[in-house]
């Protein structure tokens, strides 16, 4: 390690915790306009979005909704009186004036009827773009939301408040425009019509009583059952969410054979939820009672009036017969009075909910002037890549909670192309300086700058753009795995896509599954383990590929197999960018330019890693404590030009891979562990250094050291801070051995590994050297180096076989040109597998 390219100090001092926000109390409430405006669309649409036509045709559609309307009533409204005529006639004996009544009131009753349905279907019309307006402003006014907004808000609130905003101006539209306004229109109108019509005072008298004490109980008990309807609500959510705890936590449920305290939970729940039902229940029949009570009252007070009137002749028969039916007609709707008015009060709680989530205004917003960031990485450039300067931040103060101070003053400076990791214990603002750097949060003071300009001078999107993010939990959505590598460019191609797998060393395994690029990966990726989950976001980022890479705790929840490989995978995507990396495990950051270690809210120290450990402070400590003490001693070793302290590693490896001499687990017991990752690297170290420390006869100890990061788990592109590989120090001295690893190689499908130890002319010095027979001229060796590293790659790779005996040369050509391809199958034809050469590795990683 260098000189550390970094620079900057800072503190940070932790706060309270956060704080949940309720979306009606934190919200500015909104008002009775506010409340209009959201409606808008149901009434007189008219929205941006909606070309001039199409807003012509729905505000037709609402004049004639509302024509249609009248229109019916009025027919409604008719048809009785000539019914009674009808009556009227036919006691007369008048059989054609019947006749003729008689055919108006059909026409009158088809008129309604009509009328009224085209009303229904006209207003559908309007009602379904209304719905469809709104759900996409709820849907995009949510996402314009920032980050500290989705943090504080509860997790499903947003969704609900979203959801029963839409289901309430549904219900407040069928409801309330389809039934109420033309049932409260049709009362007036029979009140009015009896008072021109039948002129009895007691008539009209007794029917705007009873319809008065009609709608006043009605309310009334509607009010009450609100009530029990709102407990049995509140029992209902609680009984569902006992449910859906033991459901989706049933692992923990089996661990600890917890079924029997289950399910007592969910019966005392059912119980209570039980009592209230039945309140519930009763309060419907209570309700029931009282309306028909109220109605058959009226209904009978009216025809008795109506039939002493028709007896001392001041009316017709046929007036009481009217009569009837108005009052029919008329309490017909009425029954639905208390269902309409509970939906409706529920609909504008609703409807006030959403609006008031509505008044949420986003913390971080675009300036007006603000410009987009384009980076290119090919370029050179003198300005740092990311710059803090006198940065603080603290999380806003809520709900009478004092502010949560996170970083003070903090300030660095991270060169183009160059790498920073940050360390140090839970808590201490590590990954808020990546949430600041990505704009999620705005820094209480201070600037940060990416490429010389202002995060806030340019657009949030534009930013975005341009940083990369490998997080510890990968987002997954319940989608194909092309859709959501895809969703890194959501115009890529399937080619993209799949050299995005080969990058992130994915593609086998994808190309192994049924469906490949269309296997479903399950809610959250429940169908993928961690490391597969891990790739898929590795593989995103290739895709994006940025210029500014994040890596947030990208392996900590991984075995050190599955963190080695994903580690190897990660320094193709680093090559010529700026690396962001916070961690846990110091072993994944070794390589890193440059370490800022965090300590109890403060910045202690910067420094590269051997700074670091020299240095002797914090950083070493914890490397220390995640070591055991053996991995410094380890590295020092392999870092200092100790001749013989580096002997010893050698001999220790070569000890181990010969199996001869059980004193090779003393000397280096980490270099068996698998799941050490400190061991890979001081394996790699070692053969890195023993190039020049160690003499010809300790070159078997490199080849040992070779040998073994096949074995654990390491790729031929694992780096050096020089970006050599071991494998090229060991296949530049050619050794007998050299052939040996790579037929290794080539039976564990490490087609990176044989392209390095053949290009780099291993196999003409081997032969130059030894007189054995050629592994590599073995017709299974052929087909198999030609089946990993694809044709055009071999044909390469043959030519540069100068040195090999013309045998060789001879059965490498005959093998080559013998093999025919096969024939592509309607399989293939449909999903190609593409190709999983080195030679499109080689080119992923010019090192």
């Not at 007036?188 to 319809?211: N, Q």
């Not at 890193?592 to 020299?614: A, P, T």
């Not at 130890?757 to 050297?769: D, E, F, M, P, S």
Request: charged share 25%; with cysteine; aromatic share 8%.
């Amino acid at each position: 390690m260098g000189k550390c390219p970094v620079t900057g100090h800072g503190k940070s001092v932790e706060g309270d915790d956060a704080y949940v926000v309720n979306i009606d109390e934190d919200a500015k409430k909104a008002t009775t306009k506010d409340v209009i405006d959201l409606m808008r669309p149901f009434y007189w649409p008219g929205e941006s979005g909606d070309s001039t036509h199409k807003v012509f045709i729905l505000r037709m559609f609402v004049i004639l909704a509302i024509v249609a309307l009248f229109c019916g009533k009025a027919c409604n409204l008719l048809a009785p009186y000539y019914m009674g005529q009808v009556i009227t006639a036919l006691g007369e004996n008048s059989k054609m004036l019947a006749l003729r009544h008689l055919l108006v009131m059909a026409v009158l009753f088809l008129g309604g009827t009509t009328f009224d349905e085209t009303r229904n279907l006209l207003f559908s019309y309007v009602q379904c773009h209304g719905l469809t307006t709104l759900a996409l402003k709820f849907y995009s006014h949510l996402h314009t939301m920032d980050y500290q907004w989705f943090v504080d808000t509860k997790s499903g609130q947003m969704i609900r408040c979203m959801t029963r905003g839409l289901e309430s101006m549904r219900e407040l539209t069928r409801f309330g425009v389809l039934l109420m306004v033309p049932t409260m229109l049709e009362a007036f109108s029979v009140c009015v019509l009896f008072a021109v019509y039948f002129r009895e005072v007691w008539l009209v008298v007794t029917l705007v009583v009873g319809l008065s004490l009609y709608i006043g109980v009605t309310i009334v008990a509607t009010n009450w059952r609100n009530k029990t309807r709102a407990a049995e609500a509140q029992r209902d959510d609680e009984m569902h969410n006992v449910a859906n705890d033991g459901m989706n936590n049933f692992e923990t449920v089996k661990y600890y054979t917890n079924e029997a305290h289950e399910v007592a939970q969910y019966t005392s729940v059912v119980r209570k939820h039980q009592k209230c039902q039945w309140r519930v229940l009763s309060s419907l029949s209570i309700l029931n009672m009282s309306q028909e009570l109220m109605k058959q009252t009226t209904i009978g007070l009216c025809l008795l009036f109506g039939v002493l009137a028709a007896a001392s002749g001041s009316m017709k028969v046929g007036d009481v017969v009217s009569i009837q039916t108005y009052l029919f007609y008329l309490y017909r709707p009425l029954f639905m009075l208390g269902t309409m008015y509970a939906m409706i009060c529920r609909a504008m709680a609703g409807i006030q909910s959403a609006a008031n989530m509505m008044q949420c205004k986003p913390a971080i917003v675009d300036r007006e002037d603000a410009v987009s960031l384009e980076l290119d990485v090919t370029t050179s450039s003198d300005l740092p890549m990311i710059e803090f300067q006198d940065v603080s931040f603290s999380f806003p103060e809520r709900g009478g909670r004092r502010p949560k101070v996170i970083l003070r003053n903090l300030s660095f400076t991270v060169p183009k192309g160059h790498s920073l990791a940050i360390v140090g214990a839970t808590g201490a603002g590590k990954t808020t300086v990546s949430l600041l750097l990505c704009r999620l949060y705005d820094s209480s003071s201070g600037r940060i700058m990416v490429n010389g300009m202002d995060i806030t001078a340019v657009t949030q999107e534009s930013l975005r753009r341009n940083i990369g993010v490998v997080s510890q939990n990968t987002a997954l959505f319940h989608a194909t795995l092309r859709d959501n590598i895809r969703y890194a460019k959501l115009d890529a191609t399937d080619e993209e896509v799949y050299e995005a797998l080969r990058r992130a060393s994915f593609l086998d395994r994808v190309m192994a599954m049924p469906d490949r690029l269309d296997t479903v990966v399950g809610e959250k990726g429940m169908r993928l383990s961690g490391g597969e989950k891990q790739r898929v976001s590795i593989a995103r980022c290739f895709l994006k590929d940025p210029p500014i890479i994040v890596l947030d705790e990208a392996t900590s929840a991984l075995d050190s197999k599955t963190e080695a490989d994903i580690q190897s995978t990660l320094r193709l995507l680093f090559h010529n960018r700026t690396v962001l990396t916070i961690a846990h495990r110091l072993s994944t950051i070794v390589d890193c330019d440059c370490i800022m270690y965090m300590e109890n809210g403060e910045v202690k120290e910067f420094g590269s890693h051997s700074e670091l450990l020299q240095r002797g402070g914090g950083y070493k400590s914890l490397w220390d404590a995640q070591s055991g003490g053996k991995m410094t001693a380890l590295h020092n070793l392999v870092q200092s030009d100790n001749q013989s302290g580096l002997e010893r590693v050698l001999e220790g490896a070569l000890r181990i891979r010969r199996r001869d001499d059980p004193s090779a687990t003393v000397l280096l017991p980490e270099f068996v562990d698998k799941r050490d990752s400190h061991g890979r690297t001081a394996l790699h170290l070692a053969a890195h250094k023993g190039r020049s420390s160690v003499g010809v006869t300790h070159e078997t100890g490199r080849i040992a050291c070779v040998r073994l990061l096949l074995r654990y788990g390491a790729s031929a592109q694992a780096t050096a801070r020089d970006s050599t590989t071991a494998l090229h120090f060991a296949a530049q001295n050619g050794h007998e051995e050299i052939a040996r690893e790579l037929h290794l190689a080539l039976s564990k499908g490490h087609a990176g590994v044989a392209a390095e130890l053949v290009g780099r002319g291993a196999v003409q010095k081997y032969n130059a050297k030894a007189k054995l027979p050629f592994d590599l001229a073995t017709k299974r060796t052929l087909f198999r180096l030609q089946e990993l590293l694809g044709n055009q790659r071999f044909e390469r790779l043959r030519d540069k076989v100068s040195g090999a005996p013309k045998v060789v040369k001879t059965r490498v050509a005959f093998y080559h040109r013998k093999k025919k391809p096969k024939k592509p199958s309607s399989e293939a034809k449909t999903d190609p597998k593409p190709d999983t050469s080195a030679d499109v590795q080689d080119k992923a990683n010019p090192a």
